[in-house]
T-cell receptor, first 114, second 114 residues
Framework: DAGVTQSPTHLIKTRGQHVTLRCSPI?????VSWYQQVLGQGPQFIFQ???????GRGNFPDRFSARQFPNYSSELNVNALLLGDSALYLC?????????????FGQGTRLTVV | KQEVTQIPAALSVPEGENLVLNCSFT??????LQWFRQDPGKGLTSLLL?????REQTSGRLNASLDKSSGRSTLYIAASQPGDSATYLC?????????????FGQGTILTVHP
């Protein structure tokens, strides 16, 4: 079975641009979460979606938004990119709704803002 | 606010040694704790999940223990191998939350040399 898949794997954007990152959860998983990991630190929680509804939001500005589609895949959108948005963006999927299930992560999207 | 700390920040050991990685968290009312492995520039691989009602979990050469009352977890790696070299992250989900936000430590960078 395929694990969590994220696309693209790498991305270079210019300050002020918009970016969309995509995530497909493990087949049968209904919950998707997004995390930002800057170099040398642990991942920071951005969003969680379950059954297409937002269930949790981390301490990120409104430039960050996300959604979950009927097939449980998800998009993370970031507007007006800043240099500080450069990071590894990780998607995690879980079988059931939060919070009692194991999280499985994708390989991440490396975003570089120049 | 939950804070997770991992000690040591980095560890270098010869092949074959048994080793212990430590994780502490400030709010003991957690739902579960998960240990992950991360290879450079890659996503996270789930190693072990410990529910709050459990004391330990084992998988192969890995054993993780949990002491909720003291806010501590340890990951024991037996007979370390060069392939174990990676960053090890622990993360907790707070009890009483309605969603599965993982709060991560900053990780322990492990190097096992032949």
């Amino acid at each position: 079975d395929a694990g969590v898949t994220q696309s693209p794997t790498h991305l270079i954007k210019t300050r002020g641009q918009h970016v969309t990152l995509r995530c497909s959860p493990i087949s049968g998983h209904k919950s998707v979460s997004w995390y930002q990991q800057v170099l040398g630190q642990g991942p920071q929680f951005i969003f969680q979606y379950y059954e297409k509804e937002e269930r949790g939001r981390g301490n990120f500005p409104d430039r960050f938004s996300a959604r979950q589609f009927p097939n449980y895949s998800s998009e993370l959108n970031v507007n007006a990119l800043l240099l500080g948005d450069s990071a590894l963006y990780l998607c995690a999927s879980s079988l059931w709704g939060p919070p009692d299930t194991e999280a499985f992560f994708g390989q991440g999207t490396r975003l570089t803002v120049v | 606010k939950q804070e997770v700390t991992q000690i040591p920040a980095a560890l270098s050991v010869p092949e074959g040694e048994n080793l212990v990685l430590n994780c502490s968290f400030t709010d003991s009312a957690i739902y579960n704790l998960q240990w992950f492995r991360q290879d450079p520039g890659k996503g996270l691989t789930s190693l072990l999940l410990i529910q709050s009602s459990q004391r330990e979990q084992t998988s192969g050469r890995l054993n993780a223990s949990l002491d909720k009352s003291s806010g501590r977890s340890t990951l024991y790696i037996a007979a370390s191998q060069p392939g174990d070299s990676a960053t090890y992250l622990c993360a907790v989900i707070d009890g009483g939350t309605s969603y599965g936000k993982l709060t991560f430590g900053q990780g322990t960078i492990l190097t096992v040399h032949p």
